[in-house]
């Protein structure tokens, strides 16, 4: 295991492999840097990049809430937050820019880091990420309420039986990771993400963003709805749209082949095809 300290003395867990031009990839809500597995071999294979996962804080082995001997505060649970959490990791390990990739969540980081810190990011691409929270399914909405998720999280037969109506069309594998990776999340940064994730809306803010954006989706999404993609492209001209016609929330896993082509072109040449 991988891990610096930061300033506020809490511990961020990372993975690395490769060498070259150096890629952050960033997991989503109740995930992991595992989500990324295959995809760091794949890009690790191609001999031309050097790839991170991090895992943000409150989820996998990153510094979990104030039960933990780390203690985060709750405003590290945001989605800014998040961003300066990147932004430190960056500065600590020396990388002066580079291609962030973010899934879901993780997306909506990458693209709050690249317009706080445009220097820092080359490229930036999202996999079924929500620019505007408010098309989060309804049962994520639902989590951002502190009260609902108490209840949620008291009793943990609620939080499996959310997680089948969710992933009942998904594939074991990702129900399996998913529902290991939520037992490393904490109450805190299971309802504090989301809530600050719902509320979000990047449409604005997004015009300013001049950088080569990939976005790539899944038709078939029912976590985050695939006109997050019309939105994404709508409000920037460099932005770049891959929609996977056979897959759901989870690209990578659904359509691998599609997915690392898409994100092959656009590494290399700034598009998707």
Request: charged letters at 20%.
């Amino acid at each position: 295991m991988s891990s610096i300290v930061t300033e506020q003395g809490l511990l961020l867990h990372y993975q690395s492999i490769g060498r070259g031009e150096p890629v952050i990839l960033l997991h989503g809500w109740v995930n992991s840097w595992r989500v990324w597995r295959d995809s760091m071999l794949a890009l690790r294979d191609t001999g031309k990049y050097r790839v991170y996962t991090l895992d943000f804080w409150g989820f996998g082995e990153s510094s979990k809430g104030p039960s933990a001997s780390a203690s985060v505060p709750a405003s590290s649970f945001e989605i800014d937050s998040y961003v300066e959490m990147v932004y430190e990791f960056m500065e600590k390990l020396g990388i002066q820019q580079a291609t962030i990739l973010g899934h879901s969540m993780g997306g909506t980081v990458a693209l709050k880091m690249a317009l706080a810190h445009p220097d820092r990011v080359k490229k930036v691409a999202v996999v079924g990420s929500p620019v505007v929270g408010s098309s989060l399914n309804r049962l994520l909405r639902l989590a951002g309420n502190g009260y609902i998720a108490k209840v949620v999280w008291q009793f943990p037969v609620i939080r499996q039986t959310i997680l089948r109506l969710l992933l009942q069309k998904d594939t074991s594998n990702i129900r399996e990771m998913i529902s290991d990776d939520l037992e490393q999340a904490t109450l805190e940064s299971f309802f504090q993400s989301i809530g600050d994730l719902r509320d979000t809306d990047l449409r604005t803010q997004l015009t300013s963003l001049q950088i080569p954006t990939l976005g790539i989706y899944g038709a078939k999404d029912n976590i985050v709805s695939p006109k997050n993609a019309l939105w994404l492209q709508g409000t920037m001209r460099t932005a770049q749209i891959a929609m996977m016609k056979r897959s759901r929330h989870f690209p990578m896993v659904d359509e691998p082949q599609e997915f690392l082509h898409s994100l092959d072109h656009f590494l290399n040449n700034g598009y998707t095809n």
